[in-house]
C-alpha cells in the first residue's frame, strides 16, 4: 500500500511525470523550468474549472489539501525538502491568481506573467513563509501566496483600467 501511495504521490506532484521533463533535457540534476510547466497546465485546465463561488473555493480547498499531501509524500519520499520536480502547487497557484476573476485572454495571460513574477521573485512575506514553512505545506503554500498576490494586483488593474 505505501508503495502504491508513492507512486500516486509522485504521479501528482509532478503533475503527471511533468516535472520530470525539465531534468531529462538539461545536464544540471536541479534544472529549472518546471514551474513554468506546471502554471501553464494550470492554464490549460482553466476552461474545466468548476463557476460559481462557492464551488471553485471548494475545488481550490480540495486540490490544495491534495497537492500538499502529494508534495509532502514525494519530496519524503526522494529525501528533498522542495524537490523542483514538484510543480503540481505552480498548478494550484496558478488557479489561484485566476479565481473569480475574468477568464478571457489578456486576464489569463497577465495572471500568468504576475503569479509566475510573485513566484519567482518571491516577495515579503512570499519569501519569509517559504523558509519559516516546511515539508508539503510549505511547497505549496508558498504559491498558493504568490497566486493571491498576482490575483490581487490584477483586480487592482482591472478595477482601474478597462479590459
Given at each position: 500500500?505505501?508503495k502504491?501511495?508513492s ?34 497546465l494550470?492554464?490549460?485546465f ?27 509524500k ?25 479565481a ?27 519569501r ?9 505545506f ?26
Amino acid at each position: 500500500m505505501s508503495k502504491l501511495y508513492s507512486k500516486l504521490a509522485a504521479l501528482l506532484a509532478t503533475d503527471f511525470c511533468l516535472g520530470f521533463l525539465p531534468a531529462k533535457v538539461s545536464a544540471r540534476p536541479r534544472a529549472k523550468g518546471g514551474g513554468t510547466l506546471g502554471t501553464l497546465l494550470g492554464l490549460l485546465f482553466v476552461p474545466l474549472l468548476p463557476e460559481g463561488r462557492i464551488p471553485y473555493a471548494v475545488f481550490l480547498l480540495v486540490v490544495t489539501v491534495i497537492a500538499v499531501l502529494a508534495s509532502d509524500k514525494f519530496c519524503a519520499d526522494t529525501g528533498m525538502e522542495d524537490d523542483q520536480r514538484v510543480i503540481i502547487d505552480e498548478t494550484v497557484g496558478y488557479w489561484v491568481a485566476v479565481a473569480w476573476l475574468p477568464h478571457n485572454f489578456l486576464t489569463l495571460a497577465l495572471a500568468f506573467g504576475l503569479f509566475r513574477a510573485f513566484d519567482g521573485l518571491k516577495p515579503w512575506p512570499i519569501r519569509q513563509v517559504d523558509n519559516a514553512v516546511g515539508g508539503g505545506f510549505g511547497v505549496v503554500l508558498d504559491d498558493v501566496l504568490a497566486g493571491v498576490a498576482a490575483n490581487l494586483v490584477l483586480r487592482g488593474l482591472l478595477f482601474f483600467l478597462p479590459i
